[in-house]
């Protein structure tokens, strides 16, 4: 089973050498400058929790400042066949999309909102909470929904911690579904910031209903609280038992590092955890070793193999892990080890090649070392589709109404809602809060940064940008049927790709 302190997906901010598309970027974007750290004095300052941070406008590609930002990003590749739906030219939509009153319903519902939000976002900061244990988001989070009117079922699905609210207008109208995660992150808190993505979601769908409700147009819009996202696929769950079968679209977004005032509508990656435990026999390790088997051994072989094979794997392809152990000791032969073991690539395709290989180092290091072994593959992340037409409308509203600057690069790390959008038409947007230099998700900094009233700011941008989208899915048909095209489409190129959430889930 898997443990808690395992996280299997999230932003990383990595970013895809055959993913680096900026077409979409604006002119101001472009304008924009990478600054070193020592660059970076005239950077603004926040105090988050007493300490005086620096924040600055951090590159996604943090993990290797040398040079200039343009100097080493590698030429992107010709993207792969399945995603080249996914790029698109935001300069091509000229539509006026939704009228002004209902835009300005919908912006002044989400202004109305702030402080609520960003009262529940630091209640969740204050308490976060791991895997399947977030009851205090839960709770919180159900009464927020309640209080604004929405029908609330609580513990939903069969599990204890996820929830479902939803409000309706009249009858035939389209469905549009939200998500807010929850999970925090061993030791170090909301350090992917999805205190951020729960309060976008409510805010989303509170935005949805006024306008249903101002302008009588038939709709319902269904939110869910999903639980975690780090370690087990809670959407996955959720996906296996319906939870998104009513909804003719999904949204939700999620917080990243970049350049400030930065959102992409670029992928994420395929991954595959494994965990795999080898058996042995103990022995004293200095009176009779011949006697026993060593578990710790066939780990470090793996961890070597793998680290072997790895100069043989594209670039873009991540494959990383650890070694655990119970009741080590230097003068036993260890008869136990576990590693834990995520693989990742832009297709799922060639992540399961890959998983595949890496599987062959752990039989080789059992072989070795006289061990036995046992592997359990768990369901894996699909690749993220991001519908282009909600993409493209999402983008124009975030760079003609709210100044952002909008890119397609994406992300080295992976999601469950990957999945989601293997099922229905979907868009994630990752965008950009400020943080500290080598501060990107999944490290305390982001935690803070999570925390800043700009990371909230940028948030209610997203969740505008995202309400607007959403509801023209509801309001116009014309539009809807686009939606559902560009999904068809994307589907037929994902062919081959796809495969049954559980058919990987394999113990061996
Ligand atoms: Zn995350
Ligand atoms: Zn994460």
């Not at 101002?214 to 038992?241: D, F």
């Not at 800043?452 to 023209?472: I, N, P, Y």
Request: charged share 20%; net charge negative.
């Amino acid at each position: 089973m898997p443990r808690s302190n395992i996280q299997a997906g999230c932003f990383s901010g990595l970013s895809l050498r055959n993913l680096l598309h900026r077409r979409c970027q604006s002119v101001s974007s472009s304008k924009e400058p990478f600054r070193t750290p020592a660059e970076s004095k005239d950077i603004p300052r926040s105090v988050v929790g007493g300490v005086d941070l620096e924040l600055k406008h951090h590159s996604n590609h943090h993990g290797a400042c040398f040079g200039a930002q343009e100097d080493w990003i590698l030429e992107p590749d010709t993207p792969p066949s399945y995603s080249a739906s996914s790029f698109y030219e935001v300069e091509d939509v000229k539509d006026a999309g939704l009228s002004a009153d209902i835009i300005q319903t919908i912006e002044k519902k989400v202004d109305e909102l702030n402080p609520e939000l960003r009262e529940l976002s630091q209640e969740m900061l204050g308490h976060p909470e791991l895997a399947f244990e977030e009851y205090f988001a839960h709770d919180i989070l159900v009464n927020f929904m309640a209080k604004h009117g929405f029908q609330v079922t609580r513990n939903y699905a069969g599990l204890e911690t996820a929830w479902r609210a939803e409000y309706s207008v009249g009858t035939g109208g389209r469905v549009l579904g939200v998500n807010s995660e929850m999970d925090a992150l061993p030791g170090i808190g909301h350090a992917c910031g999805h205190n951020l993505i729960a309060i976008s979601g409510c805010g989303i769908a509170v935005a949805i209903k006024a306008a249903l409700v101002a302008h009588c147009i038939p709709g319902k819009v269904i939110i869910l609280g999903t639980p975690p996202e780090e370690s087990v696929g809670g959407k996955i769950i959720l996906l296996e038992k319906g939870a998104y079968k009513e909804m003719d679209v999904c949204l939700m977004s999620h917080p990243s590092a970049g350049a400030i005032g930065s959102v992409s509508n670029g992928t994420t990656t395929s991954s595959q955890t494994m965990y795999v435990d080898f058996t042995g026999k103990a022995a004293h390790a200095a009176a009779a070793p011949w006697e026993g088997k060593n578990a710790l051994d066939a780990a470090v072989i793996s961890y070597s193999a793998i680290s072997a094979l790895r100069q043989q794997l594209k670039p873009d392809v991540r494959v990383h892990g650890i070694i655990e152990g119970k009741n080590w000791r230097a003068n036993t032969i260890p008869d136990n080890s576990r590693l834990t073991y995520i693989v990742r690539s832009p297709s799922k395709v060639e992540m399961m090649e890959v998983a595949s290989r890496v599987t062959g180092c752990f039989e080789a290091a059992a072989s070795a070392t006289g061990c036995t072994v046992k592997i359990a593959m768990m369901s894996p992340y699909f690749d993220l589709v991001q519908n282009s037409v909600l993409g493209r409308e999402f983008a124009k509203n975030a760079r003609c109404r709210y100044d952002m600057t909008t890119h397609m690069a994406g992300s080295g790390a992976s999601t469950d809602f990957g999945n989601v959008s293997y099922e229905i038409p979907s868009l994630h947007p990752l965008y950009a809060i400020p943080t500290e230099p080598n501060g990107g998700n999944h490290t305390p900094a982001f935690a803070r940064s999570a925390a800043t009233q700009e990371a909230h700011d940028a948030t209610m941008k997203v969740t505008k940008g995202l309400a607007l989208t959403g509801f023209r899915v509801l309001h116009d048909a014309a539009f809807f049927t686009e939606v559902k095209t560009a999904f068809e489409n994307d589907m037929k190129a994902h062919a081959g790709n796809r495969r049954h959430h559980n058919e990987c889930l394999i113990a061996a």
